[in-house]
């Protein structure tokens, strides 16, 4: 079966499932909302403020984050994160945050059993495959699901590089 069928089938199967469920997303406010919520995701939250993403994630979307937890953004090389956050290296941090974004509303049942190719915000293509739990360019969604408003939440625990 081609596989951009089968990502398709599987935005339409997210979004239905994401719409089925209008009670809770309603009150779970948006992406950045629910991560501003959890203190697993502080470095992630701080550097969607920096990189001026705040506004696109809390608009209507759909999407799908895979999120990278704060342990895993401390597994990057020491002052990465630190460097990451300076003004001048906005257009970086931009890049590597928008990596992380895919248009549409993909939850891990839409994913499961799949394998195939994510178009991100950034421009690039995630490698997504769904079997054996779900991995995006090698990172493995420790926690799936997380609802919002406007999508849905994988928490990762790698930090994905364009």
Do not use: K
């Not at 935005?11 to 309603?26: D, N």
């Not at 956050?85 to 549409?104: C, F, K």
């Amino acid at each position: 079966m081609n596989r951009r069928f089968l990502l398709t089938s599987a935005a339409a199967v997210g979004l239905l499932s994401v719409a089925g469920c209008a009670t809770t997303i309603a009150s779970s406010g948006s992406i950045v909302d629910v991560a501003a919520g959890d203190p697993d995701f502080s470095t992630l939250v701080t550097a969607i403020s920096a990189a001026g993403l705040t506004e696109t994630l809390a608009g209507p979307g759909p999407f799908t984050v895979f999120a990278p937890t704060d342990a895993a953004f401390a597994a990057l090389p020491a002052g990465t994160v630190q460097s990451l956050l300076r003004p001048e290296n906005r257009d970086d941090l931009v890049a590597l945050l928008s990596y992380h974004v895919v248009p549409g509303a993909y939850p891990a049942s839409a994913l499961a059993g799949e394998r195939g190719r994510l178009d991100t915000l950034e421009g690039g293509r995630l490698r997504m495959n769904g079997r054996n739990g779900v991995r995006v360019d090698g990172a493995t969604v420790r926690m799936p699901d997380i609802v919002a408003s406007n999508g849905v939440i994988h928490a990762i625990d790698t930090v994905l590089m364009p």
